[in-house]
């Protein structure tokens, strides 16, 4: 594992969320300290105040100084798919034809270790350019997929969720597994990499569609056995979709209540997608805790829907940020929240910047079940840092120095913001980006 620094100090804008922005006003929920700064010590934030009482205190330390960047918590997606990497960005197919036309050959490719390896490392290099220092992702239905995944985010000192891509039919015979055979070796991968340093796993069934009934409930008992794991799978993404699922399930009354009836729902169960949902199913989220997945990039690329987010919120689900690489058309989590704030604005809710913030850091922590270990900057929490540069482009500079508050310049960068907005990465407090 790669060693952290002793103990240093970032300065910059700090910018901490102290309260949830959709439960109190977005405004008060954001501390900034324009002249901030962040104690680290063994990768731990152990402090976080003004960068003047920060150096008198902690004389001869080391000290980085970014001047006027923002330092943020680094990113959390809460939903991707790293085998697609190689894919994204294909044209043209909605969510059953871009499974069989493009997801599925790729996928195949996924039992070559050495394949498998090149694009986990290719996959989580291009999180970190793009400031995402945790992922929630789907492997395949390999082994080798998930050895290779965990491996590459180890060598990171990554804290990373994923998980054997369970589904044993409509796929093409070279992806399937059994029931008996996708538990056996979830359960093996369990063994191998759960909890290994900053390592989770996720039970992970790809969706009703793809699963028998016996496989849910396989599934199920995986998780039980094993409930400090997460489960990841997809809901309610296309009206296609739905219908066909619920063909496949006549006995069940909508599309939740099939994982409900295999024990797939509940704290640390995370709903990729979620767009058409019955009000029953937000109730039913919510009384469980299991969290939802927005992946705003994928809805529009591949014509879902535009999910009511803010609804979800007011019915208490836990709601987290995901780009759903690669039916989601970017890796960067600032292209995300943008495409949160315009799906928003079709639907009538106006996101404050804190909002999109908040879902892009704490809200997918919570769904991951990792609220206070990452996705904030606060004592004790893990050293896992994003530094933003709001004069990153020309254009950026510009507006940016026309902002009167920290929202303004934060909402400006993710609106005009990409990977050269990201001007450093520290994960566990060892920077992972060239400095020029």
């Not at 439960?23 to 900034?32: D, R, W």
């Not at 080798?144 to 590459?152: H, K, M, N, R």
């Not at 998980?163 to 191998?192: C, F, H, T, W």
């Not at 929490?381 to 510009?398: K, R, Y």
Request: charged share 20%.
């Amino acid at each position: 594992m790669p060693r952290t620094d002793n103990k240093s100090l970032v300065l910059g804008q700090t910018v901490q969320l102290v309260a949830d922005p959709f439960q109190s006003p977005p405004e008060g929920a954001i501390l900034h300290r324009q002249r901030g700064g962040v104690l680290l010590r063994e990768g731990i934030i152990r402090q976080v105040g003004e960068a003047d009482q920060l150096l008198a205190d902690n004389v001869g330390i080391a000290v980085t100084d970014y001047g006027d960047a923002l330092i943020l918590p680094g990113f959390v997606d809460c939903h991707a798919h790293f085998p697609q990497t190689g894919i994204i960005a294909s044209w043209g197919r909605r969510l059953i034809d871009w499974l069989h036309t493009y997801t599925f050959p790729e996928e195949a490719r996924f039992g070559d270790p050495g394949y498998a390896r090149e694009i986990a490392e290719l996959y989580l290099d291009l999180c970190i350019a793009n400031g995402t220092t945790t992922v929630s992702a789907f492997c395949t239905s390999h082994p080798e997929s998930v050895d290779a995944f965990f491996a590459a985010a180890a060598a990171r000192n990554m804290c990373v969720a994923g998980g054997k891509v369970l589904m044993d039919r409509n796929a093409p015979d070279a992806l399937l597994d059994s029931p008996e055979g996708g538990y056996e070796q979830s359960r093996a991968l369990i063994e191998r990499w759960h909890g290994n340093g900053r390592l989770r796993y996720a039970v992970t069934p790809r969706f009703a569609l793809t699963s028998s009934p016996e496989q849910l409930a396989a599934a199920g008992t995986l998780w039980r056995e094993h409930p400090d794991t997460l489960l990841q799978t997809h809901l309610s993404e296309q009206p296609e979709e739905i219908r066909r699922v619920r063909s496949m399930f006549p006995d069940s009354d909508d599309y939740l209540g099939i994982y409900e009836r295999h024990g797939l729902v509940g704290r640390g169960a995370i709903m990729g997608h979620a767009i058409h949902l019955e009000e029953r199913e937000k109730t039913s989220l919510a009384d469980t805790g299991t969290g939802v997945a927005h992946c705003p990039t994928s809805n529009t690329f591949i014509g879902s829907g535009l999910c009511d987010v803010a609804s979800h919120v007011r019915s208490g689900v836990r709601v987290g940020l995901g780009t759903d690489v690669g039916g989601g058309s970017s890796f960067s989590m600032l292209a995300t929240m943008r495409a949160a704030y315009e799906i928003g604005q079709l639907r009538g809710d106006v996101f404050h910047p804190a909002q999109l913030l908040w879902l892009a850091t704490e809200g997918s922590a919570s769904v991951m079940r990792l609220e206070g270990r990452i996705g904030r900057l606060e004592r004790g929490a893990e050293g896992d840092i994003c530094v933003l540069d709001p004069e990153a482009t020309p254009l950026l500079a510009a507006r940016c120095s026309r902002a009167e508050s920290i929202s303004e310049i934060l909402f400006s960068l993710i609106m005009l913001g990409d990977d050269r907005s990201v001007r450093q990465v520290l994960i566990m407090g060892t920077k992972r980006l060239c400095e020029s």
